[in-house]
């Protein structure tokens, strides 16, 4: 598997029928619906270029499971069960055609990568693209600590533990515009592709990015055969893998949230939103956006997905 520095980058996926949550079917009809109103009320709807982004959170090492900070400054690999892990993200995510990998640059990220490629059916030699923006919250002072001594640190300046910045960290808004420098370079990645590869979006590899997702991710009967020609909306140009962590993850959620306005579904709790996705827990999003764009729309398919995690030890 090669690595290179940030950038872009191609994978592909498979699809393991595993504990996947059945209201995820509506949640495809909604994304449908919208996709299909997009089109319809904006004149420029034609041009508009779909993703699909999954995020994966890395698997659990052994300072996850004794509650300690890691951060940037600590870089612990995967302990047994996080090499478990990140087997069975893989083999879930096996038949899935991905065109794009991009991973922190730390031990965990990278190993969890790996850990999922090598499951794969059909990106085992993938191009992974390591970015820094994509590393976890730096905790300053307080990495290689206790969780308890961060919340300890909190308390002590009336603050709640989640928003508080210990000396040397990265505040809460910090790491959003990490998460959202990211997130605007991979959609001006996506658009130059599609520009540059207009068949792209059209016939074969498009039906195929489709059904791939469809496999593991229901839309429910015959939706991968009609979800682009009863929607009127294009199909994806591209499927993009991404692999971070627990903190970033949570910042980029809000970020969806609260600055692009992403439409969640509706059997998802506040808390549910905000809370820190278990180790190789899964969330993915349909992107829509177009040149000219000053924010794409998004949709989430499901958040922190961990049904893959049946019979292995979760770590939260």
Known sequence: MAAEPAGGGVRKLRGAAGAVPVALCGVWETVRAACAAFALLCPGAGGMTRFALTVVRHGETRLNKEKILQGQGIDEPLSETGFKQAAAAGIFL??????HVFSS??????????GILEKSKFCKDMTVKYDSRLRERKYGVAEGSPLSELRAMAKAAGQECPVFTPPGGETLDQVKMRGKD???FLCQLIL??????????QEAPSDCLESSLAEIFPLGKNCTSTFNSDSGAPGLVASVLVVSHGAYMRS?????LTDLKCSFPVTLSRSELTSVSPNTGMSVFIINCEKGEVKPTTQCVCVNLQGHLTGVTRVH
Do not use: C, I, P
């Open 94 to 99: 096996n038949n899935v055609k991905f065109t």
């Open 105 to 114: 640059d730390l031990m965990r990220t990278k190993q969890t990568v790996h």
């Open 192 to 201: 130059k592709e599609a520009g540059q590869n207009e068949q792209f979006s």
């Open 182 to 184: 990211f997130f605007e």
């Open 252 to 256: 980029l959620l809000d970020y969806f």
